[in-house]
């Protein structure tokens, strides 16, 4: 389909980071593990540790969406459209975990790390499969964007989980001993 050609290199790119970094927030999580649970810890991983992996996954759908050959750009915005609602679902799901947590109090960084930047990029999906027919260049721009932004979102928010725990965690948690 000619309109898909050209961003091959760019899907290859942010799809297989996504399903790199997928594999080192596996491993991450195992490090993290170790470290004494506090109080209310599983909630906050639901709000604070799964989105990440779902970012990435939904990077890696629509890069894997996008190399597929497509005969018409409405299966693949379709596609894209529905990865926009189910992470425009999620996201209100994200928000409630963050909510009724007690293990962290988030901070501005967190809400937007964690619910605006990622609203953003799914309702750009949403909105990008609607235009698709019309617009169909502007809409590939808008999906490239969309996973650019769960993609550095994603990371960002590895590194902050990383960062978390690893310097204030394991500082409180030797402190305690």
Not at 28 to 52: H, W
Not at 117 to 138: E, F, K, N
Not at 161 to 168: D, E, I, P, R
Request: aromatic share 10%; net charge neutral.
């Amino acid at each position: 389909m000619p309109e898909l050609t050209g961003w091959e290199n760019f899907y290859v790119i942010v799809g297989s980071s996504a399903g790199a970094l997928i594999g080192l927030q596996f491993v991450l999580i195992s490090l993290i593990a170790q470290i004494p649970l506090v109080k209310d810890m599983e909630k906050a991983s639901g709000a604070f540790a799964t989105p990440t992996i779902v970012h990435f996954v939904s990077v890696l759908i629509l890069s894997a969406n996008i190399a597929a050959p497509w005969n018409a750009i409405a299966a693949a915005a379709t596609l894209w459209g529905f990865v926009g609602l189910i992470g425009l679902t999620y996201i209100v799901i994200v928000a409630r975990r963050m909510k009724l947590q007690t293990a962290y109090s988030p901070e501005f960084e967190d809400q937007l790390f964690h619910l605006v930047l990622p609203l953003v990029a799914y309702a750009a999906l949403v909105i990008s499969s609607l235009m698709a027919l019309s617009r169909t260049r502007g809409a590939l721009f808008g999906v490239a964007a969309a996973a650019l932004l769960l993609l550095l979102v994603g990371i960002h928010n590895a590194w902050d989980a990383a960062t978390y725990h690893v310097f204030l965690k394991t500082k409180e948690s030797t402190r305690d001993q």
